[in-house]
């Protein structure tokens, strides 16, 4: 439940973005900017709740969190201007970051190897349910209006805050408390991304998980706008990407008791960028059939769950005391990254699907290059550090 809200607030309203736009008087990439900034939002409020997941619990944090996200939904539920909605999309982000970070942070606490792997991709297979119906739901809920979609976020968020409050327990145990100090912040940080083995399956996760943050972002226009797929539909084809997600996450759970995580890893990367090629290509032909998007679209975001999994069981492996700030550098790169190039995306408006398909491909070249080459450079200085 902590995690589908994140997922309902920024996949629930993208079929009825046009109509947002129309009602607040603004322009379609103007209202798709908002996906962006909820994206920016709910990176930079991990940086916080990271370090204060760490020194004063897990619960604790859940309830601010959830508490913000359900206020900030009520606000933007009644907003009448486009600048009154953008504040509150903005605040529901910083209010959901809280639950990002404490859901790996509370695996961590609870399961070490193997377990920690299927608990985690448990955990991602839920996850995954909010995005497989919201596009849908909001697609049917369009037709009475797109405040009704904030009312159902708004109460989404009081039975989370709910359940947490009294059906969750700390699971962050004293003695592995850390400072909230600012230095020690700062420096819980830096080891985080100083470490170069971790780093490489980092920027991996970070750089594929942006290409995925430009589909969502782009992906109304293409679909909608450029293909002329009504919202409803749009729900339907949104779907059928979360529905592989699903699918491959849950045979993730299976192969990672026989499979080495990096070679899954490995795996997952190589069949993203093949996606992103393959959208590229299908992008500069100009095909005349949605599906010549859809396809390759599937390909790159299908192995989203499973390259998240296994490069955060991996990062997280290398710091069981600092679960939450490990977490919240992941999540704050990933979704940042993410923002960043959904707002750059939409800064230019597209005439076609090209600049979403290059920024898909190119993600998905360059996270396989960054793997590769922090792993190789971590492996060198291991062996320079034997030979010597």
Known sequence: MIGGLTPLATDLYLPVIPQLAKDLGTSVPHMQLTVSIFFVGFAFGQLVYGPLADAYGRKRTILIGAGIFFLSSVVASLSDTFSMFIISRGVQALGGAAGAVVINAIMRDLFSGIDFVKALTFTMLTITLAPLVAPTIGGFLSSYGWRVIFYLLALV??????????????????????????????????????????????????????????????????????????????????????????LVTFLNSFLA????????????????????????????????????IVIPVVCYICVVGLIGSNSTTYILGFFHDKAGTASATIGTLRFGIGGLVGILLNLYPAKNAIPMAFTMCLCGILSNVCFYYFRNLALKEIKARHNS
């Open 257 to 292: 008791q026989r499979i080495a995580i990096l070679k899954l890893l490995k795996a997952g990367l190589i069949v993203g960028a093949t996606g992103g090629i393959l959208l590229l290509i299908s992008a500069i032909c100009e095909f005349n059939s949605v599906f010549s």
């Open 157 to 246: 968020a009081f039975i989370v805050w709910f359940t947490v409050l009294f059906g969750i327990k700390e699971t962050l145990k004293p003695e592995l408390a850390q400072s909230f100090k600012p230095k020690q912040v700062a420096l819980n940080y830096l080891s985080v991304v100083k470490h170069k083995r971790a780093l490489g399956a980092l920027l991996a996760q970070t750089i594929h998980a942006a290409g995925m943050f430009a589909f969502i972002s782009a992906s109304p226009f293409v679909y909608i706008e450029v293909y002329g797929v009504s919202p409803k539909y749009y729900g339907v084809l949104f779907a059928v990407n979360v529905s592989f997600i699903l």
